[in-house]
T-cell receptor
């Protein structure tokens, strides 16, 4: 069975400092992994995805994530936080072959940015 | 721009009064999903359509139904809304293929209030 764990429910950083949002997964197959961002009262927007190509994935808005199979992790990072990054972030795992019932969301990490 | 559209953005209904939420997409994706998201929680998958095939999650209450008359449109019907059904309802689409999981595209959501 697959699962995804976001290790921090809330992360607070100062503007201009690095961001690290942690995600660990469990999957019986080669997973596809995604990070989505959700601003208040908005839908979810894809930040980046890993689908068995390069293990270091670059996304939008300066975010990137590294797939580490040995650690079953897919942590999201950004070198320098911006006030507009304040939002909820979801790590998502999906096993192939295609089946929507195997899409699993993490519980989310709320990112706060201090001025 | 291709997108996922949800109407209305805000819906108020009375306890027990049927309500329908709508979703349309211009992406021509073959899969459409409905999620329920309560405050500070991850989205919870209610059901999805793979083309015309309806897939209900095991724990989705019978009170929730869905229709997909064509590729572009999908509806969520709540037959007798209760206070516990107040939530954000998110529609998403994806393009599924053999052995590959593609990212989901989310609409902005409809916030349902039950009075």
């Amino acid at each position: 069975a697959q699962s995804v764990t976001q290790l921090d429910s809330h992360v607070s950083v100062s503007e201009g400092t690095p961001v690290l949002l942690r995600c660990n997964y469990s999957s019986s197959y080669s997973p596809s992994l995604f990070w989505y961002v959700q601003h208040p009262n908005k839908g979810l927007q894809l930040l980046l995805k890993y689908t068995s190509a390069a293990t270091l994935v670059k996304g939008i808005n300066g975010f990137e994530a590294e797939f580490k199979k040995s650690e079953t992790s897919f942590h999201l990072t950004k070198p320098s936080a911006h006030m507009s990054d304040a939002a909820e972030y979801f790590c998502v795992v999906s096993d192939g072959p295609s089946s929507a019932s195997k899409i699993i969301f993490g519980s989310g990490t709320r990112l706060s940015i201090r001025p | 721009d291709a997108m996922v559209i949800q109407n209305p953005r805000y819906q108020v209904t009375q306890f027990g009064k049927p309500v329908t939420l709508s979703c349309s997409q211009t992406l021509n994706h073959n899969v459409m999903y409905w999620y329920q998201q309560k405050s500070s929680q991850a989205p919870k998958l209610l059901f999805h359509y793979y083309d015309k095939d309806f897939n209900n999650e095991a724990d989705t209450p019978d009170n929730f139904q869905s229709r997909r008359p064509n590729t572009s449109f999908c509806f969520l019907d709540i037959r007798s809304p209760g206070l516990g059904d107040a939530a954000m309802y998110l529609c998403a689409t994806s393009r599924e293929g053999q052995g590959v999981s593609y990212e989901q595209y989310f609409g902005p959501g409809t916030r349902l209030t039950v009075t």
